[in-house]
């Protein structure tokens, strides 16, 4: 055990791999920071009393709540790309995987590391941004924060967000492990994750997931109990198939060389 | 961990630099349709804001501004015919255009400039400022990166 935890510190110790997160985390920042100082939303409220004035205040402001974006998308999608080019392709172009790979550790055992760290890393600069921005934004009345995010909103926005980390990072490690140098792992991570951007498919994330989080938005703001259902368009693409590609890819790096 | 404050840190000095560059104006509109029916407008940071109202009743009539986070009323305005007002709304909120009067009314609501609130500043300025002093104690305290 000492072994792997030695390793995954030497994995999150990186300069490289911290450049990478400290761009990501940056660029994601001021994206959602450039969402969150465009929010609005607009209602009425007929006829006019100040306590439904004051309840509505508070939850109706969760339908301008800024879901996931495409330039945060495109910011994660190149994070992680870089991230697991560099774990994987990266350090055995650089021969450094001649000395990883004679420590004694299971090569399995190894990748599972290597994705909990890029998992931690990714999740990281993606999720803590999103918090931070409307932390910032909204500072002036931390009623309102309180108000807007409480209710489970802001463990659902952040099981929304956890799923794109995972698809993200999921697909670009098993590219990585079946391409045959860096550059095309990060050329091939890169094209299969941002085609449906391209292509506008709403079925595969960024848009299915941003669609079903709107729509969990505005089931909540407007007080309807049961918000399961939104989860049902993500959870193949965003779940199932990250899961059985991790999968694929552990059995996978059982057999593949340090060169 | 270095790496991590320096994140937080740049992320601050970014927020206070962004809505500088990154200005939008928009307008949002709404319909009275009677009185005490009102409009609601969230804005997520201070700013101000051009008022316009048109009603097709010769008579007198108010609009009042509620503050629905900080509970009070900012402003009254009253007129006969059209309103063109310019006001400062405080802070992030949500805040309700409640009309007086007979017949109906159509508002619109333009941000003229967005600005971060004293508050706002405050904490930004606050959380940086923590940030960066621990960044500079780090490596005098002999901690790596």
């Given amino acids: 055990m000492g072994t792997v935890r030695t390793q995954l510190e030497w994995e999150l110790n990186d300069p490289l791999k911290l450049a990478v997160f400290l761009f990501g985390f940056l660029l994601t920042g001021l994206a959602f920071l450039k969402d969150a100082l465009s929010m609005g939303a607009t209602g009425m409220l007929d006829p006019f009393s100040q306590e439904s004035a004051v309840h509505y205040a508070r939850i109706i402001p ?6 996931l974006s495409q330039e945060a998308y495109s910011v994660l999608v190149f994070v992680a790309v870089m991230l697991s080019s560099i774990s994987i392709r990266g350090e055995m172009d650089s021969l450094a995987a001649l000395t990883v790979y004679s420590l004694p550790i299971r090569k399995w055992k190894l990748f599972l590391v290597k994705f909990a760290s890029i998992l931690v890393l990714t999740t990281l600069s993606f999720v803590l941004p999103y918090f931070l921005a409307l932390g910032y ?38 590219i990585a492990l079946l391409s045959p140098n860096s550059f095309a792992s990060i050329l091939g991570g890169l094209a299969l994750l941002y085609v449906p951007v391209i292509l ?12 079903a989080m709107s729509s969990y938005l505005t089931s909540v703001a407007y007080g309807m109990g049961y918000t399961g259902t939104t989860y049902g368009s993500v959870v193949g ?9 991790l999968a694929a890819s552990v059995i996978l790096s059982e057999r593949r060389d340090a060169r | 961990m270095g790496f991590f404050l320096l994140a937080i840190l740049l992320f601050t000095i970014g927020s206070l630099l962004l809505p500088r560059y990154h200005q939008e104006n928009p307008t949002t509109s709404g319909f009275f349709s009677g009185d005490g029916s009102s409009v609601s407008v969230f804005v997520p940071t201070a700013r101000r804001v051009a008022i316009n109202v048109v009603t ?24 006969m015919g059209s309103i063109y007002s310019e006001l400062e709304l405080p802070d992030s909120g949500t ?9 109906t009314a159509r ?9 971060p609130s004293g508050n706002v500043l405050k904490i930004e300025y606050l959380i940086g400022g923590t940030v960066a002093f621990v ?10 990166q």
């Avoid at chain 1, 969760?62 to 879901?67: E, F, H, K, N, Y």
């Avoid at chain 1, 693409?237 to 590609?245: E, M, N, Q, T």
């Fill in chain 1, 62 to 67: 969760r339908l301008a709540l800024p879901t």
């Fill in chain 1, 137 to 174: 934004v909204l500072s002036g009345s931390p009623s309102l924060l309180r108000g807007i995010l409480g209710d489970g909103v802001w463990s659902n926005i952040l099981a929304f967000f956890l799923i794109a980390v995972f698809y993200a990072v999921s697909v670009s490690l098993s």
């Fill in chain 1, 200 to 211: 506008g498919a709403s079925s595969l994330p960024p848009f299915n997931i941003s669609a």
């Fill in chain 1, 237 to 245: 693409v965003g779940f199932f198939l990250p899961s059985a590609l």
């Fill in chain 2, 56 to 79: 097709e009743n010769g008579k007198g009539y108010e609009v009042q501004v509620f503050d629905s986070v900080r509970n009070r009323f900012i402003a009254n305005l009253s007129a």
């Fill in chain 2, 95 to 103: 805040y309700y255009f409640v009309y007086h009067g007979n017949g």
């Fill in chain 2, 107 to 115: 508002i619109a609501v333009g941000t003229l400039a967005m600005y």
């Fill in chain 2, 135 to 144: 960044l500079a104690a780090l490596p005098w305290m002999g901690v790596k």
